[in-house]
């Protein structure tokens, strides 16, 4: 076996695998000198391991769909000796794993009976120039002899956003790729909003018809799981809505329950920004009366794409299971109020909610539809909103629509220390119904209580009802 140099191994999550490759090499050179600690198995030089299936393992050029599902693979593995011969005198296990990728784990020990065995194993969530290693398992209480084997290459597509971020294990649960470096390799990516600490992208081109299913796409923006957030720590200079990105890698992460990119990598191809001011002719076609029903939109190919905002129903909205799909896409939530109390539960100005006081105050500001709890407000440009008895939360309004949540309300003189009456602001009804509130959802997993945050772009994405 050589060492692995293969120059079209180009992104960080390969140079990873390349490293432990040739570390793996290196561990077998050992094995193969002279090495009186292991002397009954110590004629293992290591494991021949042949690709039965599937019969077409894909090429760079040519790769295969990257799987959601286990893809069979069938394995033929023999125990070479040091002079490369089949090792009949080898009985024991082997055990395999997946660079990258996974394997069931109950698939993962095949036993070599006479120096030889057969593994079928179902493999997922691989991209890439994948390999299966073959390892030897030594028995209970023995040494093992460090017998190595590497298949020959399979070559997979690299994941798209849907990929990334639906467990079709557990569409509730993490993602398939989670803490695994990723390079978002499939899709049209467009950037859908900019905020502090990152951006939103949809992949745009999940909504294309696909003409190899016959599939017809629901419209740009409409696919669920097709969003995400990349999160750059700082803000992100030099990306605006609208920005194609021509590449995305970083460490895939879960944070609050929302998936995430960290650590990225990306590229904008710039060619595709059209300005600021949106063009008449790209209004939302469902209702082209709607302010703020212009998105921005994205050059791909020679046409002009849009990203329009996914109409998020109640019963979507209200179920944490279903509303995960829309995580990090840019939705819009019809019709709902906007608090018209503003309580400040934190009576002694130490910026935090503390004490039983405080927190009795907290809470009952937050089983009240109508009240937003004012540290949120000052730490977070968040304050609360409600449809149809849903709660939900408005962030960044200030920042991004230039939005004053305290606009017409009263100072309410209250009672410190009294939970149900704190001071804070009373706002009347006027100018609180909500016609429409757009912008990027955001799930924040509060142990159990999961947040719902719309984060508007733009001044035109709160409408008010007249
Ligand atoms: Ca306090």
Partial sequence: MKPVTDARWSHRGHRVVQHVVLVGSLVLLAACAEDPVVPDRGALSGFEVRLVAPVEPGS???PLPFTTMPLEVELDI????????RMRGFDGEVRLTSVPGRIAEAERTVRLVEGRGSARVGLQYTYGDTRIWVQEQAPEGEMSSFGLGISPPLFFAEPRVRNVRFNPDNPAGLSPLFGREARIGEGILMVTNVVANGFYATDVGDALPDWSTGREPRGVGQEPWTSLFVFTFNFPDGITIGDRLCSLAGGVAEFQGQTQLTFPNYIIQGVGRVGEVPDEAFLDPADP???????????????????????????????????????????????????????DCDFDGSGQIEGADERACRSRCQRDLTCTEMSSLRQFDQFSASVGGIAFEVADATR???????AGCAPHAGVEGDPDDPPGYRCGDAGRQLRSVTGSLRLVDLGGVVLRVVIPRFETDLVFAP
Avoid: K, M
């Fill in 78 to 85: 023999i125990a070479r000796d040091r002079r490369g011969e």
């Fill in 400 to 406: 991004a629509a230039g939005y004053d949540p305290l």
């Fill in 60 to 62: 760079p050029a040519f």
């Fill in 289 to 343: 009366g709607a302010p703020g029903a212009c998105a921005y939109r994205t050059e791909v190919d020679g046409s002009l794409v849009q990203v329009l905002p996914h109409v998020l129903d109640e019963a979507t909205l209200g179920d944490n299971t279903l509303v995960r799909a829309w995580d990090s896409a840019l939705v819009r939530i019809e019709g709902g109020v906007l608090s018209t109390r503003f309580d």
